[in-house]
């Protein structure tokens, strides 16, 4: 796995293209989300229930994106910075930096752990 591979992923999680994304992905792979009870987040494991936890990004944001993708790869270490932005369905907007946390094995991601800044909802244009 290289950088220009981790910039192709983001660029088809920037299309909405789940076939894209997942291609990246182990059949054994773990998802730790930026949200949730845990202080790992809300864990997803296994590429159905991953495909499942971005396409519902998508669907709840049908503008989700992460822009000024950057990308460092050291063994089978990785490290994507970048910004996303997206709109909920009541109008109010989330921009917020954050950072992916890779493990992989061979050309595959086995592990994925997303951080984003805790940063107040922008509110719906008026």
């Given at each position: 796995?290289?950088?220009?591979?981790?910039?192709?992923?983001?660029?088809?999680?920037?299309?909405?293209?789940?076939?894209?994304?997942?291609?990246?992905?182990?059949?054994?792979?773990?998802?730790?989300?930026?949200?949730?009870?845990?202080?790992?987040?809300?864990?997803?494991?296994?590429?159905?229930?991953?495909?499942?936890?971005?396409?519902?990004?998508?669907?709840?944001?049908?503008?989700a994106?992460?822009?000024?993708?950057?990308?460092?790869?050291?063994?089978?270490?990785a490290?994507?910075?970048?910004?996303?932005?997206?709109?909920?369905?009541?109008?109010?907007?989330?921009?917020?930096?954050?950072?992916?946390?890779?493990?992989?094995?061979?050309?595959?991601?086995?592990?994925?752990?997303?951080?984003?800044?805790?940063?107040?909802l922008?509110?719906?244009?008026?």
């Open positions: 796995m290289t950088a220009d591979d981790l910039a192709k992923l983001f660029d088809a999680f920037n299309r909405h293209d789940i076939d894209g994304v997942m291609r990246f992905f182990s059949n054994d792979c773990v998802f730790n989300a930026v949200g949730g009870a845990e202080a790992y987040g809300t864990r997803f494991e296994g590429t159905q229930a991953i495909a499942d936890a971005f396409s519902g990004v998508w669907k709840s944001m049908p503008d994106h992460w822009a000024h993708h950057g990308h460092f790869v050291h063994g089978d270490r490290v994507s910075e970048w910004t996303f932005t997206g709109t909920n369905a009541d109008g109010s907007r989330i921009e917020a930096e954050g950072c992916d946390l890779f493990t992989m094995s061979g050309d595959r991601i086995v592990r994925k752990q997303a951080f984003r800044k805790n940063r107040p922008i509110a719906a244009a008026a």
